[in-house]
Nanobody
């Protein structure tokens, strides 16, 4: 049973914008922590942006001021607005959700039970 479905990836030039979407089942959406990871070839997976069940947010230093995480509760959908994109943002982006309680929902958290299939973002000069 698919619970997280990402969309919105693509190819853009540096300085451009993309908005990623993560559609979740109602069960998965009722989570303690949900957010976005990315991974490019040869690099470790990186937490990019997180949102807890109260709407609190956390961002990796590399994307602060450029990326914004948001949610639409009516649609059970999480978004990642990415502006001022750089070539180093090129990666596969994954949506993830954690339904077990956690003390802190931030980009350093790695234990997530639900993952999407990923959407590719490619930024060129």
């Amino acid at each position: 049973q698919v619970q997280l479905v990402e969309s919105g990836g693509g190819s853009v030039q540096a300085g451009g914008s993309l908005r990623l979407s993560c559609a979740a089942s109602a069960y998965t959406y009722s989570r303690y922590c949900m957010g976005w990871f990315r991974q490019s070839p040869g690099k470790e997976r990186e937490g990019v942006a997180m949102m807890d069940s109260n709407g609190g947010t956390s961002y990796a230093d590399s994307v602060k001021g450029r990326f914004t995480i948001s949610q639409d509760n009516a649609k059970n959908t999480l978004y990642l607005q990415m502006n001022s994109l750089k070539p180093e943002d090129t990666a596969m982006y994954y949506c993830a959700a954690r339904r077990r309680p956690v003390a802190t929902c931030n980009t350093h958290l790695t234990s997530f039970g639900d993952w999407g299939q990923g959407t590719q973002v490619t930024v060129s000069l």
